[in-house]
Nanobody, 125 residues
Framework: QVQLVESGGGLVQPGGSLRLSCAAS????????MAWYRQAPGKQRELVAA???????????SYADSVKGRFTISRDNAQNTVSLQMNSLKPEDTAVYYC???????????????WGRGTLVTVSS
């Protein structure tokens, strides 16, 4: 069973920074995508940033327009962790942030999506 556990959320003032981390446990054969989503109250869940495996073993990053230049997604291959560095935070960044993983459990298996339970980020003065 693959489990994802997020950490690093909290209360921060506008203009501040937070770093979210997501640790994956359980055996994973291959990861296609590691991503962060968020869901603000009364809104749909949206993709914030993603690392998607390319033709080689490299991963390409992508970002929602609303966070470009402020957020950076990264991963630690050895630890199967993905982080989201969030700078210049705005009140509209307030949301529950979820870690998502698309991965193969075993060679030849279909990729499946796994989700963490979320961590709350509140940006307020």
């Amino acid at each position: 069973q693959v489990q994802l556990v997020e950490s690093g959320g909290g209360l921060v003032q506008p203009g501040g920074s937070l770093r979210l981390s997501c640790a994956a446990s359980g055996y994973i054969f291959s990861i296609q995508t590691m991503a962060w989503y968020r869901q603000a109250p009364g809104k749909q869940r949206e993709l914030v940033a993603a690392l998607t495996r390319s033709v080689s073993t490299n991963y390409a990053d992508s970002y929602a327009d609303s966070v470009k230049g402020r957020f950076t997604i990264s991963r630690d291959n050895a630890q199967n962790t993905v982080s989201l560095q969030m700078n210049s935070l705005k009140p509209e960044d307030t949301a529950v942030y979820y870690c998502q993983l698309r991965a193969q459990r075993y060679s030849g298996s279909y990729p499946a999506d796994y989700w963490g339970r979320g961590t709350l980020v509140t940006v307020s003065s």
